[in-house]
T-cell receptor, first 115, second 114 residues
Framework: DGGITQSPKYLFRKEGQNVTLSCEQN?????MYWYRQDPGQGLRLIYY???????QKGDIAEGYSVSREKKESFPLTVTSAQKNPTAFYLC??????????????FGDGTRLSIL | SQQGEEDPQALSIQEGENATMNCSYK?????LQWYRQNSGRGLVHLIL?????REKHSGRLRVTLDTSKKSSSLLITASRAADTASYFC??????????????FGQGTELSVKP
């Protein structure tokens, strides 16, 4: 089955620690996205990548970093500079970011909490 | 930046009734999309309506788009308990000209009571 896999499902971060959230897709999609969702809120874009080895900041990139070394993978690192990291993180992909009339496909998220 | 505003924030209905959710946005768009999210899960795409379309159907779902009023509505007919979820509209603003970058509303939480 094709889809997006996020891991882990739950993650705990200690003070001053960097943590990395995994996102893998086998849909052969070019574009991938990371969103943050706070309770009762919509999604806010952290970073996105339209093609391998390229990515752009979204609306709330401070305190986060990404890489896109492979088409299938788009890991997100939450750094110690992100002072309020507790949230639900969602990864998504779409077939071709150059064509705007495409839906996004989502993983089932990672819930990050501070210890 | 949040472009979409959804109304109502929460909606509670009985099974078999229709549910209507509204979304307003601020800038011109390429398309508007509706997504569903079950509690603790990722979003699932429901319908995409392009800026030159006025109405679209998919099963029990009907979406309308009024670009002059910068608004859209999602109608779920003959609702079922399984429709209980949060529903989000998302716009693809053409001002970005970057294809695929969506801006999400804050969602409507729908509860369908059996």
């Amino acid at each position: 089955d094709g889809g997006i896999t996020q891991s882990p499902k739950y993650l705990f971060r200690k003070e001053g620690q960097n943590v990395t959230l995994s996102c893998e897709q086998n849909l052969n999609h070019d574009a991938m996205y990371w969103y943050r969702q706070d309770p009762g809120q919509g999604l806010r874009l952290i970073y996105y990548s339209q093609i391998v080895n390229d990515f752009q900041k979204g609306d709330i990139a401070e305190g986060y970093s990404v890489s896109r070394e492979k088409k299938e993978s788009f890991p997100l690192t939450v750094t110690s500079a992100q002072k309020n990291p507790t949230a639900f993180y969602l990864c998504a992909s779409s077939l071709d970011a150059r064509n705007s009339n495409q839906p996004q496909h989502f993983g089932d998220g990672t819930r990050l909490s501070i210890l | 930046s949040q472009q979409g505003e959804e109304d109502p924030q929460a909606l509670s209905i009985q099974e078999g009734e229709n549910a209507t959710m509204n979304c307003s946005y601020k800038t011109s768009i390429n398309n508007l999309q509706w997504y569903r999210q079950n509690s603790g899960r990722g979003l699932v795409h429901l319908i995409l309506i392009r800026s030159n379309e006025r109405e679209k159907h998919s099963g029990r779902l009907r979406v309308t788009l009024d670009t002059s009023k910068k608004s859209s509505s999602l109608l779920i007919t003959a609702s079922r308990a399984a429709d209980t979820a949060s529903y989000f509209c998302a716009t693809d603003p053409d001002v970005y000209n970057q294809g695929g970058k969506l801006i999400f509303g804050q969602g409507t939480e729908l509860s369908v009571k059996p």
